[in-house]
């Protein structure tokens, strides 16, 4: 343990952070070095049962009466994890601020569905952002935009945690490299000691403020779902994690299974190599955790202050110019298992529709989907209940190159699977139908005129449209 207690008198040095962040990331470097691993043993998985992952269809429908509808909003604080940057789709800033549709950002979004919540019930949702230290100089010059919206935000910041350096487990920062590379965010499972910290949590609880709900700022899905809510305060469980059936494009999502008489979150990290297949199986493991959480803040009060949230540690292996470093991170999920009557709620697909990459944004801008008071809304005219498989090229990685590639984003009402290569461009009014394959020859500029159908082809050329 000699190199702990070094690396605690090098981080007992670096003043960018406060005491809490330093006592915080010495106890996960610890956990971490002390190898403390749940090993979980296969046999003993179960199913869980009915009881423990409830079926959406089978909760109670929610209070008629608005003066009830309003005491249940009124226990309610939404959380929106934004430490994310656009940096995968070519973007700057937070990623929450990324144009989903009709030129409104993600964050408008979620600011338009509060406030009708607001307006409508006549109750005070409070909307909190979590930041990292990547997104919080942006995004408290965002959130001034919203000042006359009906809606009352509050911005905190996750913790800051240095990077150590693997050859002789030190901080980075204290290796003369103080810009932000030293440092990083260690994971969404720090929003329960940073909710603590910042000193909202007390403020909240001080407002009555019951629940939280947790959810990806890039999920469009994830919104107040009341008949959720009103189930939780009735059972009184302190936890709620939505999950919902698997397809197969989903087979590395974390699971919720019965282990030892409770219900914990299984990640793919921690099955072992034999048992990969059988955890990525839809027959065995049916469901996976949408990120959509759902968490009793005085239950998040009195863990933390127990510092009983010890969730499974995810090492993270960086390089930082040429030097490699680790750092370790923790999942919001992964705390299921030490909160009193945890659930999981087996909810619809159209809860968890996220952003992850440009070809999720051309679903959301299809005609496949329409935008109402802020929600974005599945269109009715789609029989298949999956959504199209969409592959784009590199060429349409960045949203910007994405854009300018379509000059209208086509119909794909009746679409199976899109696969895009190389370098083609769209004109307006496309309609592609099927399964549709546009490879472009390399060195080659394939555009798709205005209003082609396009249905069941492969395209290598203007000649096969």
């Not at 910041?157 to 002789?168: A, I, K, L, M």
């Not at 008949?227 to 059972?235: C, F, S």
Request: proline share 5%; hydrophobic share 40%.
């Amino acid at each position: 343990m000699e190199k702990l207690s070094q690396l605690r008198s090098a981080v007992a040095g670096l003043d960018q952070i406060s005491e809490n962040e330093k006592s915080g990331f010495i106890n996960l470097v610890s956990r971490y070095l002390s190898g403390e691993a749940q090993h979980i043993e296969w046999s003993k998985i179960k199913t869980p049962t009915d009881e423990v992952v409830v079926p959406y269809d089978t909760l109670a429908p929610t209070p008629e009466d608005s003066v009830e509808t309003k005491k249940l909003l009124d226990k309610l604080v939404v959380l929106k994890l934004n430490g994310g940057l656009g940096t995968t789709m070519g973007c700057t800033g937070p990623k929450s601020v990324i144009e989903v549709r009709n030129g409104l950002t993600f964050l408008d979004l979620i600011v338009i569905q509060i406030e009708n919540l607001n307006n409508k019930y006549g109750c005070k949702v409070p909307l909190l952002l979590m930041n990292s230290f990547n997104t919080h100089d942006d995004t408290l010059k965002i959130v001034q935009k919203y000042e006359k919206s009906n809606i009352e935000i509050h911005t905190f910041n996750q913790s800051q945690y240095p990077r150590v350096v693997v050859d002789d487990f030190s901080p980075l920062p204290s290796k003369g490299n103080t810009g932000k590379d030293g440092w990083y965010p260690p994971g969404h499972g720090d929003v329960f000691p940073a909710l603590m910290n910042s000193g909202k949590l007390e403020k909240l609880l001080s407002q009555g403020k019951e629940y939280v709900f947790v959810a990806n700022s890039d999920n469009l899905g994830a919104v107040v779902d009341l008949k959720i809510l009103n189930h939780l305060i009735k059972n009184k469980n302190e936890y709620c994690m939505e999950v919902t059936p698997k397809t197969l494009a989903d087979v590395k999502g974390g699971t919720l299974i019965s282990y030892e008489g409770k219900v914990q979150l299984l990640e793919i990290a921690q099955v072992p190599d034999e048992h990969v297949n059988e955890f990525k199986s839809i027959e065995k493991f049916k469901i996976f955790n949408t990120n959509n959480l759902w968490v009793n803040l005085n239950a998040i009060k009195r863990l933390v202050e127990a510092d009983a949230l010890k969730m499974e540690i995810i090492p993270n292996p960086k390089e930082v110019d040429g030097i490699k470093v680790l750092q370790l991170e923790t999942a919001a999920g992964a705390a299921i298992r030490f909160f009193d009557n945890a659930i999981g709620i087996n909810v619809p697909r159209s809860r968890f529709l996220p952003v992850k990459a440009t070809s999720d944004l051309l679903l959301v801008q299809s005609d496949l989907y329409t935008l109402s008071d802020g929600f974005v809304v599945r269109n009715k005219a789609r029989k298949n209940p999956e959504n199209p498989v969409i592959e784009l090229g590199p060429e349409f990685k960045k949203v910007g190159n994405f854009l300018s590639r379509f000059k209208s984003i086509p119909s794909i009402i009746e679409l199976d699977s899109l696969k895009v290569a190389g370098d083609v461009w769209f004109g307006s009014g496309v309609i592609l139908k099927g399964k549709v394959t546009i490879e472009a020859k390399a060195g080659v500029k394939l555009e798709i005129p205005n209003g082609a159908v396009v249905a069941n082809k492969v395209i290598n050329g203007p000649q096969d449209i």
